[in-house]
């Protein structure tokens, strides 16, 4: 039995994601993502204009008269959401945790998806694959995502994003577009991401949160790692522990912006302590202007 207050969080994603996908990306996700060709859709009499490359010569000569053939884009895709599960999501310094502005962020893509009749699969992964739900169509099926973002309890508290990633470069038979949502704080995953890049549409969507990086100045303070469950006691009130935990945060942050570059990958990243429309809105806009 789902909990009331999970069941209600699912009712808000759905209102507020809908009025997102109506109002804010009407179109847009239409024209970022594109379907896998073309498909013959009716013929009809040459109009001014027309490309003369499409007329139709068979039915030309049966009526004497041109007509030309209508194409059009062959629509259904595939969009899957890898969401990494581990116990490092559960932090938020601001409103919400970074799972839950994960959880909105896929409700987004998947309504975004159904409304062109695309189809929209989910895999959830920690240090190994905690669930896998085959792309379909519907909003019944979209619902069910959400709830299990939103519900499901993970097998493990760690990260291993290679474990998620070699499962996808298996699994998936069609071209796929793979939206992959994590903090990324982890390592290895660089080969695995950029094979799965090569055979899919890859979108990596990195959530942050600014106090993981910038620990306020309150004394001691016992910090626990989240999947590990280790703990340590620091002393905030010295600076120069928190400019080398700063910094050492920063490096990792860098080189996982440098192996993006390097992959070729699009990456759209996420403050906990801000909206995430804007920062999705950018990345449609970038996109649509590089592949118009």
């Excluded at 490096?251 to 192996?259: A, G, I, P």
Aim: aromatic share 12%.
């Amino acid at each position: 039995m789902i909990p009331k207050e999970i069941l209600k969080k699912i009712r808000y994603i759905e209102l507020h994601t809908r009025h997102l996908v109506n109002d804010v990306f009407s179109g847009e996700y239409h024209s970022v993502f594109k379907g896998q060709g073309m498909e013959f859709a009716e013929v009809r009499e040459y109009q001014y204009g027309d490309d003369i490359r499409a007329i139709d010569w068979n039915v030309t000569a049966r009526y004497n008269h041109p007509f030309v053939k209508v194409n059009e884009e062959e629509r259904e895709l595939n969009v899957m959401l890898a969401v990494d599960a581990s116990r490092s999501g559960a932090f938020g310094s601001f409103e919400k945790f970074k799972f839950e502005i994960a959880a909105e962020i896929c409700a987004l893509l998947a309504f975004s998806a159904i409304k062109n009749n695309d189809k929209v699969g989910l895999l959830i992964f920690t240090d190994v694959i905690e669930k896998y739900i085959p792309p379909r169509k519907g909003r019944g099926h979209v619902l069910r995502v959400i709830r299990e973002l939103l519900y499901f309890k993970p097998q493990s508290t760690r990260t291993k994003i290679a474990a998620g990633l070699e499962y996808l470069i298996k699994g998936l038979k069609r071209r796929s577009i793979v939206f992959i949502v994590s903090d990324f704080d982890d390592d290895g995953y660089a080969k695995p991401l950029r094979v799965l890049n090569k055979k899919h549409d890859v979108v990596v969507i990195q959530v942050l949160d600014k106090r993981e990086k910038d620990l306020p100045s309150i004394g001691m303070v016992k910090l626990k790692d989240a999947e590990t469950g280790e703990e340590v006691w620091v002393n905030t009130f010295d600076k120069n522990f928190l400019k080398l935990y700063s910094d050492y945060i920063e490096e990792k942050r860098k080189t996982f912006l440098k192996e993006a570059k390097t992959i070729g990958l699009d990456l759209i990243q996420i403050d906990t302590a801000e909206s995430y429309v804007e920062p999705l809105v950018r990345f449609f806009k970038m996109r649509e202007r590089r592949f118009r």
